[in-house]
């Protein structure tokens, strides 16, 4: 028997846990030390990470379910972001513009503490902290990376659009992102990145 939405797809539940396990996962991606080049400000410290810990120490992992494609799917999955500091400034994801830049992004807390650093190639900026239970709704033409500020793996769930995609090399040519979040007495604050030289607009990749 042919049914009539035999072309549909079934929906599916997904058992996601505090510390970012996500059954149902299709694909489970890593970044290590070695791949954060230029990443941080303080190359020095990023230098002297690598020879402590070696370029395979994890920095942050990610479990994503890619279950449909097209403009109207979803990507769903989680991002385990480890503590961790180089000279002052705390660790972080690399960060990315979506290709599709005004594609949004929903950021759910699931455990840790941490901070979505917000920059729009206009000039506008923002920093979110997260808790358990605390999401932030990130808009379309944001430049956005995760940090973690604490000292426990900073957990968060992520959903968007699955012909979003990643623009990197918008932060890697402008030298970084604007501000950098850094250990400060209150626990963290943003400064200035003395590195940055300004987002080009018009960069695809
Ligand atoms: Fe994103």
């Known amino acids: ?29 890593e970044k290590k030390l070695g791949d954060m080049a230029g990443v941080y400000a303080d190359e020095t410290a990023w230098q002297a990470e690598r020879s402590v810990n070696g370029d395979d ?52 807390c699931l455990s840790g503490r941490g901070v979505m650093l917000l920059e729009t190639i206009d000039g506008d900026s923002s920093a979110i ?10 808009p379309g033409q944001w430049i956005h990376r995760s940090v973690n500020v604490d000292t426990e793996p900073f957990v968060t769930l992520f959903c968007y659009s699955a012909d979003a995609g990643q623009n990197y090399g918008i932060i890697s040519d402008a030298g970084g992102m604007k501000n950098l979040v850094v250990r400060d007495d209150a626990g963290w604050r943003t400064m200035p990145n003395p590195r940055h030289t300004g987002y080009t607009v018009g960069v695809t990749q």
């Open 129 to 138: 902290e997260l808790t358990a239970g605390q999401a932030v709704n990130v």
């Open 1 to 29: 028997m042919v049914h009539a939405h035999a072309q549909v797809d079934q929906p599916v539940t997904l058992g996601i846990t505090p510390t970012g396990d996500l059954d149902g996962a299709s694909r489970h991606y």
């Open 57 to 108: 120490s994890l920095v942050y992992y990610v479990n994503e379910q890619k279950y449909q494609e097209g403009p109207g799917a979803l990507i769903v999955g989680t991002s385990v972001l480890l503590p961790g500091s180089y000279g002052n400034e705390f660790a972080v994801t690399r960060g990315h513009l979506h290709g599709v830049s005004d594609r949004a992004e929903l950021y759910y």
